[in-house]
């Protein structure tokens, strides 16, 4: 299990309120579909997703920030993931069928937009928000059967 | 996975604009990667690994030439980065997974100091470089 010191927790919800996070959630789901193409079997409702422009401009993929939005959730309980996404977890495996590697990738992918926002303060030894991502890939993961 | 003429010159673009800074960014890559990924350091026992390690930062200036030689050769990669294949597969032996972790460091270090120029687009081509550069230290593994 995912231990949070209080550093983390600060470092957390300080980059929480800084960055804009519906925006951040957007940009790291039309670039995951962008850097790892495999990824948009799983949205063969979005409609063009022919090219990084295309990808980056579609209406559905910016609307679908429920990802990161979900992601608020998380920091209210954050000892507590696996109860917080558990009914998610469960989504993801019985409706639509995600296999769990996709979440580590997207998490990683939110690290990378996360740090293009923050810039410099977004130092090595801000590790909360990598653990966080570890955190809820492995909460979402859980209930798979 | 091949790097199309777009990969390579986006890898060249954003490699120009990185400058002189290398050898900065692959030591706070390595920091960051001793921090978030601590079972990395297995390998750097040996190290000082505290902050502003005069180690580190020699290491990261090896990461990054190594680097730099590879975006300067991305038509030929085995060749450009032979030697280094061979180190990692007879010497360090550092297991498959933990290049991943470099890399996405090295990505998030980008980042934060190049906003602008990762693009979605230099994003995948950087992605898909760095994994190739992996791919091609683990090649002589066994």
């Known amino acids: 299990m995912v231990h949070f010191t209080a550093e983390d927790k600060a470092a957390i919800t300080g980059a929480w309120k800084k960055a804009n996070v519906e925006e951040a959630g957007r940009e790291s789901l039309g670039r995951l579909l962008v850097v790892y193409p495999r990824?948009?079997?799983?949205?063969?409702?979005?409609?063009?997703?022919?090219?990084?422009?295309?990808?980056?401009?579609?209406?559905?993929?910016?609307?679908?920030?429920k990802v990161l939005t979900s992601s608020g959730e998380a920091l209210k309980n954050i000892d507590d993931l696996k109860s917080t996404f558990a009914p998610l977890s469960e989504l993801h495996c019985d409706k639509l069928h995600v296999d769990p590697e996709n979440f580590k990738i997207l998490g990683n992918v939110l690290l990378i937009v996360l740090a293009k926002h923050l810039g410099e303060e977004f130092t090595p030894e801000v590790t909360g928000w990598q653990k966080l991502a570890a955190g809820v890939a492995k909460a979402l993961a859980y209930k798979y059967h | 996975m091949v790097l199309s003429s777009d990969d390579k010159a986006n890898v060249k673009a954003v490699w120009s604009k990185i400058g002189s800074h290398g050898a900065e960014y692959g030591a706070e890559a390595l920091a960051r990667m001793f921090l978030s990924f601590p079972t990395t350091k297995t390998y750097f026992h040996h190290f000082d690994l505290s902050p502003g390690s005069a180690q580190v930062k020699a290491h990261g200036k090896k990461v990054a030439d190594a680097l730099t030689n590879a975006a300067n050769h991305l038509?030929?990669?085995?060749?450009?980065?032979?030697?280094?294949?061979?180190?990692?597969?007879?010497?360090?032996r550092v297991d498959p997974v933990n290049f991943k972790f470099l890399s996405h460091c090295l990505l998030v270090t980008l980042a934060a100091h190049h906003s602008a120029e990762l693009t979605p687009a230099a994003h995948a081509s950087l992605d898909k470089f760095l994994a190739t550069v992996s791919t091609v230290l683990t090649s002589k593994y066994r």
């Open chain 1, 39 to 65: 990824t948009q079997g799983f949205f063969h409702s979005f409609g063009n997703l022919s090219s990084a422009s295309a990808i980056m401009d579609n209406p559905k993929v910016k609307a679908h920030d």
């Open chain 2, 75 to 92: 038509d030929d990669l085995p060749n450009a980065l032979s030697a280094l294949s061979d180190l990692h597969a007879h010497k360090l």
